[in-house]
């Protein structure tokens, strides 16, 4: 960390502008703003800061810098067209131990200004250290573009709420909870953003008669494949807010780096042949952590409805009448294919898609007529142990022994790995893949050499 992030309350003190042109205008205007006793010190000064001065807002100091001018100063900055001056600024500051600002050299400042996104009270502040100013003000617009206008009047009726809420709200658990509930609240938003402060403080006193001991909840949510980038906004609104997380073992350290700190995580990660926790536990433990009044999220490797027994866990939930909720997430069979140049339907080669279980010893006999099929692409879920039988199976249907495919191992995370072959060469190669890996079958991965980017 080059420069530790901090917001000074200027109101009242003492601060020194040194400079009195374009730049140091726009200085101004922040210092200004932000309370400050400002000063400012040039040998002239532009039409903008003889009007302040006739304000009274500011104090002129004409002429050469003196160091004399930061005495009982807080701050100062330097703003003007001679580095010289703007260095000679910066010495005398440090000599004093006064923070200084040098707007055209950042990095050799002892502080600098970043770009400011204002909700007072809420404030949020972007920079690069002085090394990207764009990157930082691209940044401060997108943000700029996100954040509604009322989040500063939402975070002032907070303000005037918290000592109620500590009165009301003993236990930590429960004061978060309400404060969940504020600042999700719609309606409380909607008030506030038409300038209805009676309306937004008589909808803040209905969330104090809600039961902070309600029940509690499950979300199944799919953590995507891997790459933390593909989970969903409303997949990470959920962990973030949650209480307790139950993940397995595809659920990639990237996504649980995520996870709000004090959580609880239980892990129940499973491979194929060896269940850590049966699923019957799995569906109790949810049921319990529920019933005890937790946010509860099931996070799950891709998406909790494509062999995820997702269903399984929520006919569970339902039989205890637990609220519950489903967050989709991005498959292995689409995040995969993607991330290895392999497009999985394509006018030329597949118009479709199976997706299938390699468990196949307990899910029975498979269509293998219909999956040998022309003209479609094949994903096998968990198919490395039974490579072997699903090729024999599908050249017996009918399928060539030269259909192209893929095995993808550690999909769409820096660790991916794709083998490529022969659907006679399958089991060979399954020997040179581990565990999580997908088997992508069709003509389609003849096309991974021109499209692949990694």
């Known amino acids: 960390m080059d420069y530790f992030p901090l917001f000074c309350r200027l109101q009242g003190r003492r601060c020194l502008l040194v400079g009195a042109g374009d730049v140091a205008e726009r200085k101004a205007r922040l210092l200004l703003e932000a309370g400050a006793e400002l000063r400012v010190g040039a040998p002239d000064f532009s039409p903008a800061f003889r009007a302040w001065a006739q304000k009274r807002a500011v104090t002129l100091l004409p002429g050469h810098f003196d160091p004399h001018w930061l005495n009982g100063c807080w701050l100062v900055v ?29 990095q050799q400042a002892s502080a600098i200004v970043p770009s400011i996104i204002d909700r007072s009270p809420l404030m949020v502040a972007v ?100 790459d933390a980038g593909l989970l969903t906004l409303k997949g990470l609104q959920l962990i973030q807010q ?21 959580a609880e995580r239980i892990f129940v990660g499973k491979r194929a042949g060896h269940h850590c926790v049966p699923q019957a536990s799995i569906n109790q433990l949810l049921c319990e952590q529920a019933q005890r009044g937790k946010r509860v999220v099931r996070l799950k490797g891709g998406d909790p409805f494509i062999f995820g027994r997702g269903g399984e866990e929520l006919e569970a939930l339902a039989q205890q009448q637990i609220p519950f909720s489903v967050v989709p997430g991005i498959t292995a069979a689409s995040g995969c294919a993607a991330y290895s140049g392999i497009p999985l339907t394509h006018r030329n080669h597949a118009q479709s898609v199976r997706l299938v ?26 198919g490395l142990t039974q490579a072997a039988e699903i090729a024999q199976q599908l ?14 191992e550690n999909g769409t995370t820096p660790r991916q790995r794709v083998v490529t072959g022969t659907l006679s060469e399958l089991e ?27």
């Open 242 to 262: 949650a209480d307790v997380i139950v993940y397995d073992r595809l659920v990639s350290d990237a996504v649980l780096d995520l996870v709000r700190r004090d």
């Open 127 to 226: 920079s690069s250290g002085g090394r990207a100013p764009v990157l930082a003000r691209l940044l401060r617009e997108k943000l700029e573009a996100r954040l509604p206008q009322h989040l500063g009047q939402l975070a002032q009726l907070a303000g005037h709420l918290r000592a109620r809420v500590k009165k009301q709200y003993g236990a930590p658990g429960a004061r978060r909870r309400f404060w969940e509930r504020f600042f999700h609240s719609e309606r409380l938003a909607q008030s506030l953003a038409n300038g209805d402060r009676p309306r937004a403080e008589q909808i803040a006193d209905a969330l104090f008669d809600a039961d902070p001991a309600r029940q509690g909840e499950v979300a199944l949510v799919g953590a995507g494949p891997g």
């Open 78 to 106: 330097a703003a003007t067209s001679d580095n010289a001056v703007n260095q000679q600024v910066a010495e005398a500051a440090e000599r004093q131990q006064i923070f200084c600002n040098l707007v055209d050299a950042p």
């Open 357 to 382: 279980t390699g468990h196949l010893q307990k899910t029975g006999t498979l269509a293998w007529q219909t999956l040998a099929a022309e003209q479609q692409t094949l994903v096998f879920y968990m």
């Open 395 to 408: 050249i017996r249907h009918g399928m060539r022994s030269d259909m192209p495919v893929a095995l993808v």
């Open 428 to 454: 060979s190669l399954a020997g040179q893949v581990s565990s999580p890996g997908l088997v992508i079958i069709g003509s389609v991965v003849s096309l991974r050499e021109t499209l692949r980017w990694f």
